[in-house]
Nanobody, 115 residues
Framework: QVQLVESGGGLVQTGGSLRLSCAAS????????MAWYRQAPGKQRELVAR???????NYADSVKGRFTISRDNAKNTVALQMNSLTPEDTAAYYC?????????WGQGTQVTVSS
């Protein structure tokens, strides 16, 4: 069983930065693929960034060069550094863990970027 708790969301102006963090409980964190997804009102949930157990990363085209995903296996955390934010980044952001047996989701944290 894995529990994911996100933090770090909030309100920021265009061009600002936020850092999201996700704390995972349970064993086997280092073996899990971790990711951040987001969902804006009226839109489908979309992948923002993913990091594998080996540290390989991939990003949505819309955030490349602005967002950075990282993980700390010693602390069971995954972070998303978001820079140069725009109103199009406004969404609920969800932490995801992919394990051998199933997927897990956090409860989400809201990011709102004002123009």
């Amino acid at each position: 069983q894995v529990q994911l708790v996100e933090s770090g969301g909030g309100l920021v102006q265009t061009g600002g930065s936020l850092r999201l963090s996700c704390a995972a409980s349970g064993s086997g964190f280092s073996r899990n693929t971790m990711a951040w997804y987001r969902q804006a009102p009226g839109k489908q949930r979309e992948l923002v960034a993913r990091i594998t157990s080996g540290g390989s990363t991939n990003y949505a085209d819309s955030v490349k060069g602005r967002f950075t995903i990282s993980r700390d296996n010693a602390k069971n955390t995954v972070a998303l550094q978001m820079n140069s934010l725009t109103p199009e980044d406004t969404a609920a952001y969800y932490c995801y863990a992919g394990t051998l047996y199933r997927d897990y989701w956090g409860q989400g944290t809201q990011v709102t970027v004002s123009s």
